[in-house]
């Protein structure tokens, strides 16, 4: 309010002193105009205004006396007020929340629980009565094949024909609901199942046979023969090209049994002479020489064979074929556990039949052994010849390095001779269970096996001396008072005329044992003391098995200098 009084007061004295001036007459104040009193500073127009403001003097001609300046005090100047600038309000607005969803909570999968159990629901069909029912059609339903049950099957009555009869007012009751019912026939009430169809029992092992065809699944006929493979060749070509022995035996196969020159010079060139065959027809063509004074180990070889391998294997082999092996064990008179014993020495029950090609081995063996080449070429002719009349394609079968056949592992020379088709299909096959038990019992017959003697019967120390520089083994025969003059005698009865004495070296010293003519019968099938000896053994092994409660044979006495120990053994096992 002071400053807006001020120019108030200041404009008043400007307006005041521009109407004096206009209407003094002195030239010594200009009028101005109102533009430059308006353009004069405040202070001036103070100035000016005072001056003016004076009284004039008259007029007169007298000079003027000098006039004194008025010194008019400047007013300090005055700063214009200028009001502090206020800050600009800017007017925001208000800022809007981002809308945020809430989290979802986590959820934990857990594994879901087992589902129960829940059975089948059983078929089941309503039944309405209708007021009328008409009789069902009866039909005849031909009886399914039964297998591994009785002859004779019982079946429930068959349900009998409900008609309903005429009512005046009929009333449907609730429905019935019961288990669906095949139809029977009244007339049968009894069901006589076919004749089974006997099924040959099979092993697993390698087989030389093509898998059977639906029509051959019916054994109880002969199977059809295989249509041969065609082998028309004019040159002999393969590993026996050039082989004047092979060349020579081409010859003889036509000129002697009328086989065809082409399909045997095929047969022939299909041969493979194998490192593995060669290096085998040069062992058994040149044998080494069994150092003099060394007895080999009885203990290693046995080692091979009585395993518990073999041994459980035989059992469960004894387990599925028990009829059939006392069925031979009957027939011929060899004991069911001597057939396994030399089933499990020769193949373990089918396992090991061999991987070589028998047309391959017996045509190494034949044309590059200088030794026994002549032997195994009547066996590579005998193998033609069965191949030719059972109809098999001569390059499949399986045999051992020496042309061995089947589980019993028969040359082919044999088959023919021992060769039993004991499941009665029309043929041998020595790959089939059945047949190998046959085959093998009538061979040990053939060869004289006596029936209820032992094969081999651990010695027992008489008290006499000079056994022990007696030759042992199977080629060598003793009457049994020879033995005993010489210190040896049976431990218990069981072997009767010429025995052979036994001297096997084992870990721990000597085995002296007595083999009966049994024993010798078993080294028909394999010239070997050793062989027999591992056969036996694991026959008894087997038959400790199988037939637990026979009294078992007495253990292994071994014939040593205390003749007491020896006689008090004998008399406990007496």
């Given at each position: 309010m002071n400053s807006k009084s001020k120019h108030l007061k200041m404009a008043c004295l400007a307006s005041a002193a521009v109407l004096l001036a206009a209407c003094s007459n002195t030239s010594?104040?200009?009028?101005?105009?109102?533009?430059?009193?308006?353009?004069?500073?405040?202070?001036?127009?103070?100035?000016?205004?005072?001056?003016?403001?004076?009284?004039?003097?008259?007029?007169?001609t007298a000079p003027k006396a000098p006039v004194k300046k008025v010194v008019v005090a400047k007013a300090p100047a005055v700063?214009?007020?200028?009001?502090?600038?206020?800050?600009?309000?800017?007017?925001?607005?208000?800022?809007?929340?981002?809308?945020?969803?809430p989290a979802k909570p986590k959820v934990v999968k857990r594994p879901a629980a087992p589902k129960p159990y829940v059975p089948a629901k059983p078929i089941?069909?309503?039944?309405?009565?209708?007021?009328?029912?008409?009789?069902?059609?009866?039909?005849?339903v031909k009886p399914r094949p039964v297998i591994n049950r009785p002859a004779v099957l019982h079946r429930p009555a068959a349900p009998k024909t409900v008609v309903a009869k005429k009512a005046p007012v009929y009333r449907s009751p609730a429905p019935q609901i019961r288990p669906a019912t095949v139809p029977r026939v009244d007339s049968r009430s009894v069901y006589v199942a076919p004749k089974q169809a006997q099924t040959r029992a099979r092993v697993q092992q390698a087989s030389y046979r093509p898998a059977p065809k639906p029509q051959r699944r019916v054994q109880s006929a002969p199977q059809r023969r295989a249509a041969p493979v065609q082998y028309n060749q004019s040159r002999l070509t393969g590993d026996f090209a050039g082989n004047r022995l092979a060349q020579a035996f081409i010859n003889k196969m036509v000129?002697?049994?009328?086989?065809?020159?082409?399909?045997?010079?095929?047969?022939?060139?299909?041969?493979?002479a194998t490192a593995w065959l060669k290096k085998m027809a040069y062992a058994d063509a040149n044998p080494k020489p069994s150092k003099r004074g060394l007895t080999p180990s009885w203990s290693r070889y046995?080692?091979?064979?009585?395993?518990?391998?073999?041994?459980?294997?035989?059992?469960?082999?004894?387990?599925?074929?028990?009829?059939?092996?006392?069925?031979?064990?009957?027939?011929?008179?060899?004991?069911?556990?001597?057939?396994?014993?030399?089933?499990?020495?020769?193949?373990?029950?089918?396992?090991?039949?061999?991987?070589?090609?028998?047309?391959?081995?017996l045509s190494?063996?034949?044309?590059?052994?200088?030794?026994?080449?002549?032997?195994?070429?009547?066996?590579?002719?005998?193998?033609?010849?069965?191949?030719?009349?059972?109809?098999?394609n001569p390059t499949q079968p399986k045999a051992s390095y020496a042309g061995a056949l089947g589980l019993p592992q028969f040359m082919p020379s044999n088959i023919k001779k021992y060769g039993v088709d004991y499941d009665g299909d029309g043929a041998v096959n020595l790959w089939t269970p059945h047949d190998a038990i046959g085959s093998i019992a009538n061979y040990l017959n053939k060869h004289g096996w006596k029936p209820g003697e032992i094969a081999a019967i651990p010695a027992k120390r008489t008290g006499g001396s000079g056994y022990s520089s007696l030759n042992w083994g199977f080629?060598?025969?003793?009457?049994?008072?020879?033995?005993?003059?010489?210190?040896?005698?049976?431990?218990?009865p069981g072997v009767s005329g010429n025995?052979?004495?036994?001297?096997?070296?084992?870990?721990?010293?000597?085995?002296?044992?007595?083999?009966?003519?049994?024993?010798?019968?078993?080294?028909?099938?394999?010239?070997?003391?050793?062989?027999?000896?591992?056969?036996?053994?694991?026959?008894?092994?087997?038959?400790?098995?199988?037939?637990?409660?026979?009294?078992?044979?007495?253990?292994?006495?071994?014939?040593?200098?205390?003749?007491?120990?020896?006689?008090?053994?004998?008399?406990?096992?007496?």
């Open positions: 010594e104040v200009k009028p101005n105009t109102a533009s430059e009193v308006a353009k004069t500073s405040p202070k001036k127009v103070v100035a000016v205004a005072a001056k003016a403001a004076k009284p004039v003097a008259a007029v007169s700063k214009k007020y200028t009001p502090p600038a206020k800050p600009k309000v800017v007017a925001q607005a208000p800022a809007t929340k981002r809308y945020t969803p089941v069909v309503a039944v309405h009565r209708a007021p009328i029912v008409k009789p069902p059609v009866r039909q005849v000129s002697r049994h009328g086989f065809d020159r082409n399909y045997v010079t095929g047969v022939m060139s299909q041969a493979k046995r080692s091979r064979f009585l395993t518990s391998k073999h041994i459980n294997a035989g059992t469960a082999f004894y387990k599925k074929y028990s009829r059939t092996l006392e069925r031979a064990a009957s027939q011929y008179g060899v004991p069911s556990e001597y057939i396994l014993g030399i089933m499990g020495v020769e193949t373990i029950y089918g396992g090991n039949v061999g991987t070589d090609r028998a047309l391959d081995a190494t063996m034949a044309f590059m052994n200088s030794r026994r080449g002549s032997y195994f070429e009547s066996e590579l002719e005998a193998y033609l010849l069965m191949t030719r009349r059972t109809g098999l080629k060598h025969k003793y009457s049994l008072s020879t033995l005993s003059r010489k210190g040896l005698a049976p431990a218990y025995v052979h004495m036994l001297k096997l070296k084992t870990n721990n010293g000597y085995d002296y044992w007595i083999g009966g003519n049994n024993f010798y019968t078993i080294t028909r099938y394999n010239h070997s003391s050793f062989y027999a000896m591992a056969v036996h053994e694991l026959a008894q092994a087997i038959r400790s098995k199988v037939k637990p409660g026979r009294k078992a044979l007495p253990r292994v006495i071994e014939a040593s200098a205390d003749q007491n120990l020896i006689m008090q053994a004998a008399s406990h096992l007496l």
